[in-house]
């Protein structure tokens, strides 16, 4: 029914812990497939019983949205997971998630996340626009949306792509991610392609994942050189018009 789309970049430690909790949480009415795609080399001996394990050895690294396209062409489930490896699951999130995603005819849903200790991170956002860039520059806080655990369903206008759950319909609607963007943003992209073409994106707060942040490398300044040319194609692509529009819609429709 789901296939999931892991990509390593030499985390095979983190991959496999993310392949016990798999295992330990008995997904197996839900989960078709998981692939694995090796970005970079590594040795590994990833051990998974009870489903089907792809891996995928990349000769040269690819981007975010290359990588996980490239699992979707070789994808068979009815739905389509992309999962960061650092990741970790409390219990199984995946039956609430189809059930929503089925009853609400949803084109992406995702649970909230949670940090190693309990605590939501800012993982459901607004849409950028520049005012709020500006408003962050001085502040130095994302335009989140508040919420608990506790609550209901709802509907943002983003979330961040560590753990997306797509309905493979929408996802070959939008033709998957957009790889121009090589890291960052293509999240925040595909989640406005797929309100354009109808597709509403949700967030159950009551399912939830761990996200344990592997952050340190993105002080480097080619992650900072990735992340403004990111920011600048999304702005140029989608003329920076695309907000307003889209909760003018969002207000008729949620």
């Known amino acids: 029914m789901i296939s999931l789309s892991i990509v390593s970049h030499g985390q095979a430690v983190l991959v496999q812990q993310l392949l016990n909790d798999l295992e330990d949480v008995d997904p197996s009415e839900m989960i078709k497939e998981v692939i694995v795609t090796c970005n970079l080399p590594e040795r590994i001996n990833y051990s998974f019983k009870n489903l089907p394990l792809k ?3 990349n000769p040269l690294p690819k981007g975010f949205a290359a990588n996980h396209n490239a699992a979707f062409e070789q994808s068979i489930g009815d739905y389509f997971c992309v999962l960061n490896p650092d990741i970790r699951l409390i219990e199984n999130p995946f039956m609430a998630l189809v059930e929503n995603m089925r009853d609400l005819k949803l084109g992406m849903i995702a649970p909230s996340i949670v940090d ?3 605590q939501l991170e800012d993982s ?12 962050r520059l001085f502040t130095g806080k994302h335009d989140i949306y508040t919420f608990t655990q506790t609550d209901e369903l709802f509907y943002p206008d983003w979330v961040a792509g560590m753990f997306m759950l797509f309905d493979k319909a929408a996802y070959q609607a939008v033709n998957g991610f957009d790889e121009g963007y090589f890291l960052y943003y293509e999240d925040v992209d595909i989640c406005v392609r797929l309100w354009q073409k109808g597709f509403p994106i949700a967030v159950l707060p ?20 990735w992340h403004l ?7 140029i692509k989608h003329s920076g018009g695309f907000a307003q529009n889209l909760h003018a819609k969002l207000g008729k429709c949620f």
């Open 55 to 57: 891996l995928i050895n």
């Open 116 to 118: 190693l200790d309990g």
């Open 124 to 135: 459901v956002r607004r849409f950028p626009t520049i005012s709020r860039l500006v408003k």
């Open 206 to 225: 009551k399912s939830s994942v761990i996200h344990q942040a592997q952050r340190q490398s993105h002080k480097q300044l080619k992650y900072l050189r």
């Open 229 to 235: 040319g990111s920011m600048l194609r999304f702005f």
